[in-house]
């Protein structure tokens, strides 16, 4: 097996564990908080239209592994913010998962081309951005410590800048290299706002006391 190919290997195991603390840290504290339901109904779509493109465009499952996994773990994600979330219009936003996943089995279904598949991985790139933008804003409006796991990102990050080096290096393909290169760097930014968003928050506690 050559180097190029532990690496996604790996990337895959770490994706197999890399939500499970946050589905865990929601369950153990009953608490969504920091959390943004459109961040992962965006991401649920950018990820799923990645998948499709790989799969159209015959590259090596390894490669676009985590992105399945990522799938299967966000709707256990969703389904958790929607019950705890009640604050939120639970039913309209349950009906919004379903017209999504429904369009998405659609689109799969009827074998798109790869030209359409193209053009909607550019979309992706903006869903992306959505879901990015959406948890950096859950996050700074958070007045409590985020219920946000951080080792996620960093596993994000690694899993980006790995499908980076394959998108640019192995599988020439530019479209997959923006939309790595794109999440790798929002992952940092959103890790070190994670951080400094705790910090903040511990040290007013302490000033309280």
């Known amino acids: 097996m050559e180097v190029a190919e532990l690496f996604r290997a790996s990337c895959m195991v770490l994706a197999l564990v890399a939500q499970i603390p946050q589905i865990l840290r929601i369950v153990k504290g009953w608490s969504v908080?920091?959390?943004?339901?459109?961040?992962y109904l965006f991401d649920l779509c950018s990820l799923t239209i990645k998948i499709l493109y790989?799969?159209?465009?015959?590259?090596?499952?390894?490669?676009?592994?985590?992105s399945v996994i990522y799938v299967i773990q966000g709707y256990a994600i969703v389904f958790l913010l929607l019950w705890l979330d009640r604050s939120n219009r639970t039913l309209t936003k349950l009906g919004l998962v379903g017209a999504v996943a429904g369009c998405l089995f659609l689109l799969n279904s009827e074998s798109p081309s790869i030209d359409t598949l193209t053009?909607?991985?550019?979309?992706?790139?903006?869903f992306s951005l959505a879901n990015k933008a959406s948890h950096i804003h859950s996050i700074t409006r958070c007045k409590e410590k985020p219920a946000v796991d951080?080792?996620?990102?960093?596993?994000?990050?690694?899993?980006?800048?790995?499908?980076?080096?394959?998108?640019?290096?192995?599988?020439?393909?530019?479209?997959?290299?923006?939309?790595?290169?794109?999440?790798?760097?929002?992952?940092?930014?959103?890790?070190?706002?994670?951080?400094?968003?705790?910090?903040?928050?511990?040290?007013?506690?302490?000033?309280?006391?």
């Open 33 to 39: 908080a920091g959390l943004s339901f459109n961040a």
């Open 54 to 66: 790989n799969y159209r465009q015959g590259y090596d499952f390894l490669s676009y592994s985590p």
């Open 119 to 126: 053009t909607l991985m550019k979309c992706a790139l903006l």
């Open 150 to 209: 951080s080792a996620q990102w960093i596993i994000y990050t690694y899993i980006s800048m790995v499908g980076l080096y394959t998108a640019v290096w192995e599988q020439r393909d530019s479209v997959l290299a923006s939309q790595h290169l794109l999440t790798s760097s929002l992952n940092v930014l959103i890790f070190t706002l994670l951080q400094r968003k705790r910090a903040t928050l511990t040290a007013n506690g302490d000033k309280t006391k």
